[in-house]
C-alpha cells in the first residue's frame, strides 16, 4: 500500500476540479425570484452536494488504500442494463404514475437486481427513501415534483 499514487491523484484532481468548476457556477446562479427571508435558496442543496463532492474528492487523493480489483465487465453488464432499465421505466412513468409512485417502483426494481429480494425489508425502505426526498424537496426546498395523473 502506498501513500502516493499518480492513478489516484489524477482522477481525483478530476473530479476535484470538476466539482471546483461546478460549485463556482452555483454559487453565481441568480435566480428570478427573492426567497424570504431566512428561508432556504434554490441552489442550497446543490451547493451543499458539491461541497461534499469537493471534500470527498480531496479525501479520495489523500486516504491510501489498497488496490482495487475490477470485475469483469461480462460478469455486471446484465445488472448494469437492468438496472438502466429501471431508471428509463422511471423516467417515462413519472408523468402518469407521478413520482412517488414511480420511484418507489423503480427503487423496488434496483433492489431486486441487485438480489435484495425481502420484501420485507426492501419495501419499507423504498417508501420511506422515497417520501422522504419527496417531503424534502417539496416541502424544504419548495421544489414541485410530478403529480399522479391520468392523461
Request: charge should be positive.
Amino acid at each position: 500500500m502506498k501513500f502516493f499514487d499518480p492513478g489516484r491523484f489524477l482522477i481525483g484532481a478530476i473530479f476535484l476540479a470538476f466539482g471546483l468548476v461546478m460549485l463556482h457556477q452555483a454559487v453565481t446562479f441568480e435566480c428570478s425570484f427573492t426567497p424570504e427571508p431566512f428561508s432556504l435558496h434554490p441552489m442550497d442543496f446543490p451547493k451543499g452536494v458539491l461541497v461534499l463532492w469537493c471534500l470527498l474528492s480531496v479525501l479520495y487523493i489523500l486516504v491510501p488504500r489498497e488496490p482495487v480489483v475490477f470485475i469483469s465487465l461480462k460478469h455486471v453488464a446484465p445488472r448494469l442494463i437492468k438496472t438502466a432499465l429501471a431508471i428509463l421505466f422511471f423516467i417515462l412513468a413519472l408523468r402518469h404514475a407521478g413520482f412517488v409512485l414511480a420511484g418507489i417502483l423503480m427503487l423496488l426494481m434496483i433492489f431486486h437486481v441487485l438480489d435484495f429480494r425481502s420484501l420485507r425489508k426492501s419495501v419499507p425502505i423504498a417508501v420511506f427513501s422515497i417520501v422522504l426526498v419527496w417531503a424534502v424537496f417539496v416541502h424544504l426546498l419548495q421544489i414541485p415534483l410530478p403529480q399522479f395523473s391520468l392523461h
